[in-house]
């Protein structure tokens, strides 16, 4: 156990629905990092919080949007959802020291598994 | 822009040795190296903070040239638990604290 906690573990959805991936992390970090992970592709950076601030960004879709709540867990929104969104969605949280480049080390959690159908 | 891990995959039978490169076209602040296993969550090896450094984590070592903005990880006498992907991480100076992944380099050790 990673102390990175994700859930749903699995979910199956249709398009065009929403769906909500919610993340908790490591006790005392404060950053928050959403990655997409396709079948057998590399981590896609989605966005990054810092105790609740919008940190960094990457090349996530105007359909997803995520944030970060004063008890520091964070929630990916995911709405018209499409075949192509099904993946494995990590959220991995870094140590207190985090906010200055150089000093995010990772942990992962065990991923959310979003299928479309 | 994400990093570019080479090669895309090796094959390697139990106790040879592997380079796995990864290249930048921005100039690097760190470089990170996670292992992940088939259905796992990636698992932090290493991070390398100032060009030159080397860092070693048992028989996985790193290196990290910041001025051709590039990091090599060394796999010593491979065992069977090194079998994974293994995708490098990079920060750069002209971004804020993302950390962008490499495409990943597929390890398979055979006994």
């Known amino acids: 156990d990673s102390g990175v906690t994700q859930t749903p573990k699995h979910l199956i959805t249709a398009t065009g629905q929403r769906v909500t991936l919610r993340c908790s992390p490591r006790?005392?970090?404060?950053?928050v990092y959403w990655y997409q992970q396709s079948l057998d592709q590399g981590l896609q950076f989605l966005i990054q919080?810092?105790?609740?601030?919008?940190?960094a960004k990457g090349n996530i879709l105007e359909r997803f949007s995520a944030q970060q709540f004063p008890d520091l867990h964070s929630e990916l929104n995911l709405s018209s959802l499409e075949l192509g969104d099904s993946a494995l969605y990590f959220c991995?949280?870094?140590?207190?020291?985090?906010?200055?480049?150089?000093?995010?080390?990772?942990?992962f959690g065990a991923g959310s598994r979003l299928t479309v159908l | 822009q994400q990093p570019v891990q080479s090669p895309q995959a090796v094959i390697l039978r139990e106790g040879e040795d592997a380079v796995i490169n990864c290249s930048s076209s921005?100039?690097?602040?760190?470089v990170h190296w996670y292992r992940q296993k088939h259905g796992e969550a990636p698992v932090f090896l290493m991070i390398?903070?100032?060009?030159?450094e080397q860092k070693g984590h048992d028989k996985i070592s790193a290196s990290f040239n910041e001025k051709k903005q590039q990091s090599s990880l060394y796999l010593t006498a491979s065992q069977l638990s090194y079998s994974g992907t293994y995708f490098c991480?990079?920060?750069?100076?002209?971004?804020?604290?993302?950390?962008?992944f490499g495409s990943g380099t597929r390890l398979s050790i055979r006994p």
């Open positions: 390398l903070l100032k060009g030159g």
């Open positions: 991995a949280s870094s140590a207190p020291t985090s906010g200055t480049r150089g000093a995010n080390v990772l942990t």
């Open positions: 006790s005392g970090d404060l950053s």
């Open positions: 919080y810092y105790n609740g601030e919008e940190r």
């Open positions: 921005k100039a690097l602040y760190s």
């Open positions: 991480g990079t920060e750069w100076y002209s971004s804020a604290s993302k950390i962008i």
